[in-house]
């Protein structure tokens, strides 16, 4: 979720399994969105294994395909009985959940977007300055060129939980 000061999510992402629990998540989100003005996204993950697959278990990967697009109407129709678009995203071949999300952060990170994981904490991204600097070998001016970084802020709930 990026979530700019001052102001309320401009994107929120929820992840969808086809329980009634992601169902709930996501009818939830839709109203946050539709509150904020934000960007619903329903994101899902398939696995593909690293080896070619045979019989039985291929039918499985290929089940879970199936009941991706399945799950993805449904969310795309609670998106829309809340009056909001909605953009879904099956990721295929994910090595897990979490790249999946260190994926998206970086993505939104480029863009120049606050990430914001309620009560884990915030990634933004910080500017530092061109500066001038010396080499420690010959004393002599250098320029730094101007950059950008990642910074993390830990939220209330992390910073509670190792207290």
Same mark, same amino acid.
């Given at each position: 979720?990026?979530?700019?000061?001052?102001?309320?999510?401009?994107?929120?992402?929820? /992840?969808?399994?086809?329980?009634?629990?992601? +169902?709930? $998540?996501?009818?939830?989100?839709?109203? =946050? /969105? @539709?509150? *904020?003005?934000?960007?619903?996204? /329903?994101?899902?993950?398939?696995?593909?294994?690293?080896?070619?697959? @045979?019989? #039985? +278990?291929? !039918? =499985?990967?290929?089940?879970?395909?199936? *009941?991706?697009? &399945?799950?993805?109407? *449904?969310?795309? #129709? %609670? $998106? &829309?009985?809340?009056? %909001?678009?909605?953009?879904? !995203?099956?990721?295929?071949?994910?090595?897990?959940?979490? *790249?999946?999300?260190? #994926?998206? =952060?970086? /993505?939104?990170?480029? @863009?120049?977007?606050?990430?914001?994981?309620?009560?884990?904490?915030?990634?933004?991204?910080?500017?530092?300055?061109? &500066? !001038?600097?010396?080499?420690?070998?010959?004393?002599?001016? =250098?320029? %730094?060129?101007? @950059?950008?970084?990642?910074?993390?802020? $830990?939220?209330?709930?992390?910073?509670?939980? %190792?207290?």
């Amino acid at each position: 979720m990026s979530l700019p000061s001052g102001r309320g999510f401009t994107r929120i992402i929820v /992840a969808v399994d086809g329980s009634d629990v992601s +169902l709930r $998540a996501a009818e939830h989100a839709a109203r =946050i /969105a @539709k509150q *904020d003005g934000a960007e619903l996204v /329903a994101l899902h993950i398939v696995p593909v294994p690293q080896f070619e697959v @045979k019989g #039985d +278990l291929a !039918e =499985i990967y290929a089940s879970a395909r199936r *009941d991706a697009r &399945t799950w993805m109407k *449904d969310v795309e #129709d %609670i $998106a &829309t009985r809340n009056g %909001i678009g909605m953009k879904t !995203e099956v990721v295929v071949g994910a090595y897990s959940v979490i *790249d999946a999300i260190l #994926d998206s =952060i970086t /993505a939104e990170l480029k @863009k120049g977007s606050e990430v914001r994981l309620v009560g884990f904490g915030t990634f933004v991204v910080s500017h530092r300055a061109a &500066t !001038e600097g010396r080499n420690p070998r010959t004393g002599e001016a =250098i320029k %730094i060129p101007a @950059k950008k970084l990642p910074r993390f802020r $830990a939220g209330k709930g992390l910073k509670d939980a %190792i207290a």
